[in-house]
């Protein structure tokens, strides 16, 4: 470990990252490696999960060579320096803001989305030009291992390498100074890598998780709305940061939404979802036994099968659920789905405001007032409203959460500026200066100071 990244670190000093040609062959080799080894990568994610090809592609494939495009695109603008206005104080001089590559970044990813949880905060690296190791999550060993076999192949390990293991390892490599780490994954082992990284004053982006509700108000348009929660919260079996955690149903309304749930859930994954080839499976049986026991049989209103042999759990759906429910204590991470009936809307806000910051959250209405009383008083990482999980697939919006769900944020131009330091630089000539700054001082000098300061 320690060699890897002390290489890294002697290349980085070379200055080769900072060309901007550099960095774009960098990610084009990374997209001619996926696109070379397609099958391979697919293959793994199928073999770990049960992760079908449309899946794979659409969750997984389309968000990392869109990313590549837009970082390849838009490199020359992001990396420029910006121009920006010069206070009275500081005239006659110009001001500007030059991103510069931290160095050498360590990347730790989670497993459910295990291809570009890694690599679309590592085409950020690049693209911002620093040197990065990637740490993919164990859990998908497939994936995993795919990832080291071909990456490792294509990359000169001094600018990107992908490192295998799990704990141990990963204990390992936070004890090495990197110069930025990016961390993807539970709030528990975010602050283990918060704390390794304190120790050398290292910056850290967190993506962690979290219970994301979705309001679902009277007015809604029931349909759109079970369509677009069923689709968010099965996806992967659930096992997606921004799933949908649970939802904040109006008493009136949450029989009519349960009949339209049912009606989709049918739709994509037929009346056997254990037979369909859309449906994942759950990572491994430490998961399933932890969310199988979350599965309340007096409140399953529909679904609620299992077969620990498959790691299959069927889409499930609880009903009048409470907030004291074993259900309601954790993030739940998988095909689980607590309704949580209620009747005054103030009040379910206070449920949530009362709570850790979500990761997401959703809500489906008509009522623009409504909506504006939860965007204004609730604080969360991201969400939607009228839909699910989507904010994620535009790479216009930063990503990421806020106090317990994560710091920081990445996506597009959010990524590259997340793995750049803001060097600020002020530019003076050596004709004229004013002559109060200097000593002696004076009543007047002081006078004159705080007229100045006060219009700048
Ligand atoms: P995890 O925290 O168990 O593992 C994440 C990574 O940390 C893995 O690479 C793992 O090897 C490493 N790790 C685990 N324990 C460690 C330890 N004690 N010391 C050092 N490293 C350790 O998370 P997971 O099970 O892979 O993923 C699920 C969690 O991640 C959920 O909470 C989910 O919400 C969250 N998540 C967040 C996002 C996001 O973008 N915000 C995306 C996906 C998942």
Known sequence: MNEIVNHQREFFKTGQTKNLMFRKSQLLTLKNALQTHEQQFLDAIDSDFKKGPFDAYATEFALIFHEIELALKNLKKWSKPQKVKTNIPNQPGRSYIIPEPYGTVLVIGAWNYPYQLSLVPAISALAAGNTVIIKPSELAANTSKVMAQVLNQVFDPKVLSVQEGGVAETTQLLEQRFDKIFFTGSSPVGKIVYQAAAKNLTPVT?????????????????????????????????QTCVAPDYLLVHEK?????????????????????????????IINTRN?????????????????????????????VLRDVSFDDPVMQDEIFGPILPIIPFTS??????????????LALY??????FDIDSIVHQLSFGGGCINDTIMHLANSYLPFGGVGNSGMGNYHGKFGFDGFSHQKSLLRKGFSFEPAIKYPPYSLEKLAWLKRVMSIS
């Open 206 to 238: 967190l993506e962690l998780g979290g219970k994301s509700p979705a309001f679902i108000l009277p007015d809604t348009d029931i349909e759109v709305t079970a369509r677009r929660l069923v689709w968010g919260k099965f996806l992967n079996a659930g």
């Open 288 to 316: 399933f036994d932890r969310l199988t026991a979350l599965i309340d049989n007096n409140k399953v209103a529909m679904g609620g099968k299992t077969d620990r042999d498959d790691l299959y759990i069927e889409p499930t």
């Open 253 to 281: 309304i949450q029989e009519q939404l349960l009949d339209a749930m049912a009606k989709y859930l049918v739709k994509f994954f037929g009346s056997d979802a254990q037979k369909s080839g859309s449906y994942v499976r």
């Open 363 to 368: 809500i489906f209405s008509k009522n623009e």
């Open 345 to 358: 809307l103030p009040d379910a806000i206070e449920m949530v405001k009362d709570r850790e910051k979500p």
